[in-house]
């Protein structure tokens, strides 16, 4: 904490600042304490001759204390509060030194009392920490006995679990990217089929304008179609890029998902890990695991 005092000792040669002293009593009453820190120290460095307003000094350390107070730093607080003493020892008068205690001691007290109460805080929170470890022992214990137990009934019911693991992914794959399209759709028809073989949604910039310039026909018209295929068009393209990622974690099932991603068309990781929850129900880590379960 030698810098705290060391910043009086050794800059008393620059200018007084009395707007930084301002705005940092301004940060503290607003709970900016770290601006307040910052701008107060800012003040110390930069204060007058020890002649010149000397309790417009130390105010720039009494509010430096209360910051640190505030944000439950006690020894730097102290500190702080000790420094004007030391200040003051050197070149204070006795009526400074009075106003100065009959303001000190009283936040010293309450500092005090804020250690005290951390203090019965931490021996609470040990005695807490010793229940909990008590009960986390008792709880591993079960647990064990748990898992011992499930490992047991899965291994006598491994081969139906794997076949459950196998009808999932069937439902998955299977499921269908649109709604169903009527006979008489034909527009439909030829959206679903442009998807299919062109496969736009790989741009990750493919947008309901680019599927329109490439069917030529009217927006408005593209736009009705996509709604009778699905919810929307994000949800439409999306149900087809998580198909593709699909394909590829079977194909490849150690395939980082950041190429995925990118390959199938998202813009970012975290559309895709959405997208492909929505769309089979589990995340692509999940299903990365559930293909090894059936290998």
Request: glycine share 4%; with cysteine.
């Amino acid at each position: 904490m030698s810098v705290c005092f060391l910043a009086v000792s050794t800059a008393w040669g620059f200018n007084l600042d009395r707007e930084l002293l301002e705005e940092g009593k301004a940060q503290y009453e607003a709970g900016e304490y770290q601006d307040a820190i910052v701008t107060l120290k800012d003040f110390i460095s930069k204060a007058g001759t020890p002649s010149d307003d000397l309790n417009v000094k130390l105010e720039g350390h009494f509010y430096l204390g209360l910051t640190y107070r505030a944000i439950g730093e006690w020894d730097t607080s102290k500190k702080w509060f000790v420094s004007i003493h030391k200040v003051l020892n050197k070149w204070g008068t006795q009526e400074d030194m009075k106003h100065w205690s009959e303001r000190i001691l009283p936040e010293v007290h309450v500092l005090n009392e804020l250690k005290a109460q951390e203090k019965e805080r931490e021996i609470a929170l040990k005695h807490k920490q010793h229940v909990i470890m008590v009960l986390f022992i008792s709880i591993f214990v079960i647990v064990l006995i748990a898992l011992a137990t499930v490992s047991y009934v899965l291994a006598k019911l491994g081969k139906a679990n794997q076949q459950l693991v196998i009808k999932s992914q069937q439902l998955v794959e299977s499921k269908a990217h649109v709604r169903n399209v009527d006979e008489d759709d034909e527009l439909s028809r030829k959206i679903i089929e442009y998807m299919q073989t062109q496969k736009p949604y790989l741009n990750p910039d493919f947008s309901l304008e680019g599927l329109t310039e490439a069917l030529g026909v009217n927006r408005t018209y593209v736009s009705s179609a996509v709604g009778r295929l699905s919810p929307n068009f994000r949800t439409f393209v999306n149900s087809y890029r998580i198909t593709e990622a699909v394909s590829m974690l079977k194909d490849n099932p150690d395939r980082k998902f950041d190429d995925i991603s990118s390959i199938c068309g998202f813009s970012n990781n975290r559309t895709f890990y959405n997208a492909f929850k929505s769309y089979t129900g589990l995340t692509p880590s999940e299903y990365r695991r559930s293909l090894n379960l059936i290998r």
